[in-house]
C-alpha cells in the first residue's frame, strides 16, 4: 500500500492550467497516482497508509525561489523556517557573483570579508570544501549526514571566479587569466552547477568587460546552463544594462534570466513598460529570457555596495584604508553625493532611504531601524560623516534596506509572460527585509486574493512549472504523476505573509503542509525535524 493519499485536494499544478479536484497518492518520494474528481465520480478511493484531508486547501507544487542568499545558512540552520515555512522547496543559491566555491584559502578569506553583510563572517562554519562539487557534495551531506532543510541549486559565482584567477584589480584579464576563468567556470557546470551568475555593481565582477562576460557565457551554454546577472545598474542607466545582457548572451548563444529585475530610483518611475517592451522584442526574435522579481518596492544590500567602484578595487582592506584617508574619503563623499556612484546605479544618493538593516558589530545596534540621515540628525552631523563612520567600525559588516522602488513598476513586471519569483532574501542582521520570510505568501495573499494582479493558477506557475523550465528540471515544478512529491498545501483564503518592515522574522499564515520528496517538513503548519533537502545538480 503507498505512503500518503492527499484526499480532495484543490490542484493548481503549476502549468498555469484551471484548478481541478483530486485525491494524490504519494509514495517513494514520487508523486503515483493522480485521481480527478474522486468523490464526484463515485470510483473507489486510492487508499494509502496515510490519509489528509486536503477539503479547502490548494495543493501545489513547492516553491522554487530563483534567486537565495542562503549559502551559508543552509548549513548553519537546520530548522531554515525562513524559506520551508514560506512552501519554498528549492533555493537557487550562489548568486550576484559572489559565494563560496570554487575558492582557494586567499579567496575563501577575501570573499567572506567582502560578502559578510550578506551570510555573516562565516566563523560557524566548517570551510571543508573548495570546489563547486565539494560544496554540493556538503550540502548533501547537511547535518550528520542527513541533509538541508530545502532543496539547492547553485550558480558559479562570476565575481569569484574573477577573485580566483586575476585578483580584485581593476583591470583586463590577460589571456591565460581568462583561459583559467573558462576552466573554472567548466568545472563548475560539470560538478553540478545550474548556470552563472555575476554582480556587475560588486568588486571584483564588475571589472569584467563583455568581452569577458561572453567568453564566459560561452562556456556556460555548452553546458546547458542560463547566466544570472545582477546587470550593471537599476537606476540611471537600467535600460542600457539591460539591454547589454540580452546582447551579450545573445552573442554567446546563452540563456539569460534577469536577477532581481526591476527598475527603481526616481528616474525609473512608471518605465517597467520600456524594459518589458525590450525584452518582448528579444523573445519574439528568438531570445532565451527569463526573469525573477520579489513583490516589495524596497531594495536590500550592503552599505559598502554603495561605495563608488574605484573606491572598492582591491578588496575590503583597500576600502577600508580608503575611508580612513580623509582626502580620499572627500572624494568618495563627492561622487555618492554629487555625481552619483557606480554603487547606487548612476544616482546621486539620497540618505533619507538608506535604512541600516543590520550590524556585525552589537555595539552599533542602535543604528538599525534608522535611515542614515535620522542617524546623523540625532549625532548633529552630516549624513556622510555617519555613513563612513558605520562603514569604519563596522568594518564593511552593514546591510541596508534601500527605500527607492515603485509599485507600479513592480506590479507591471510581475505580469510578464517569463517572470518568476525570487526572494533575494538576506537573513542575516537585526532587521532584515521582510521578503526574506515572506516573498512567497505575499505574492498568493496581497498580489493574488486581495488586489488581483495574478490569477492564482498564473501566480503558481511564476513559482513553481515556470522556474523548474528555466532550471531544466523534468520532474519538478508540476504536479504530474512521476514527478517528485515536492509540495505545499495552503488556504487560498489565509495564506499571507506574516513579516513585515517592522517585524520581519515573523512566520506565514495559511500554509499547514509543505512536503520534499513525499517527506513533510512542514506537517500542521509545525516545522518538523525532517532534513529532506539535498543539492540539486544540472543533469542535461
Known sequence: MEELVIRDADVVDGSGGPSYRADVVVDGGRIVTIVQEAAAAGCQR??????????GLVLSPGFIDMHAHSDLELLRDPDHSAKAAQGVTLEVIGQDGLSYAPVDDRTLAEVRRAITGWNGSGDDIDFDWRTVGEYLDRLDAGFDGQGIAVNAAYLV???????LA?????????????????????????????????????????????????????????????????????????????EEMVALTRQAGCALHLAHATMNFGVNKGRAPELL????????????????????????????????????????????????DDDTAGRIRHHMEVLGADGCHGVPIEWDTIEISGVSDPALADFVGRTVRQSADARGEAPWVTARRLLLED???????????????????????????????????????????????????????????LSLEECVAHLTGRPAARLRLADRGLVREGHRADLVLFDPATVAAGSTFEEPRTLPTGIPHVLIDGRFVVEDGRRTDVLAGRAVRRTS
Not at 525590450?278 to 559598502?304: E, H, W
Not at 572598492?312 to 582592506?317: D, F, T
Open 395 to 453: 568594518r564593511l559588516g552593514s546591510t541596508i534596506l534601500q527605500h527607492v522602488g515603485h509599485e507600479e513598476n513592480v506590479r507591471t513586471i510581475m505580469r510578464h509572460r517569463v517572470h518568476t519569483g525570487g526572494s533575494d532574501g538576506i537573513l542575516r542582521g537585526t532587521k532584515p527585509h521582510p521578503r526574506a520570510y515572506g516573498t512567497f505568501p505575499h505574492y498568493l495573499g496581497r498580489y493574488v486574493r486581495e488586489l488581483g494582479v
Open 46 to 55: 486510492p487508499r494509502a497508509r496515510r490519509e489528509l484531508d486536503a477539503e
Open 157 to 163: 559565482p562570476q565575481g569569484t571566479i574573477r577573485a
Open 277 to 324: 517592451s525590450l525584452l518582448d522584442k528579444a523573445l519574439d526574435d528568438g531570445a532565451d529570457i527569463s526573469l525573477d522579481t520579489y513583490p516589495y518596492t524596497p531594495g536590500c544590500t550592503t552599505l559598502v555596495a554603495m561605495l563608488p567602484s574605484w573606491a572598492s578595487e582591491g578588496g575590503p582592506e583597500a576600502i577600508l584604508a580608503r575611508l580612513s
Open 166 to 242: 586575476v585578483g580584485w584589480e581593476d583591470r583586463e584579464a590577460t589571456p591565460d587569466e581568462l583561459d583559467r576563468m573558462r576552466q573554472l567556470v567548466a568545472e563548475g557546470m560539470a560538478q553540478g552547477a545550474v548556470g552563472m551568475s555575476s554582480g556587475l555593481t560588486y568588486t571584483p565582477g564588475m571589472y569584467a568587460e563583455d568581452a569577458e562576460l561572453t567568453e564566459l557565457c560561452r562556456v556556460v551554454a555548452s553546458y546547458g546552463g542560463y547566466y544570472c546577472p545582477h546587470h550593471r545598474s537599476y537606476g540611471a542607466g537600467a535600460l542600457e544594462a539591460y
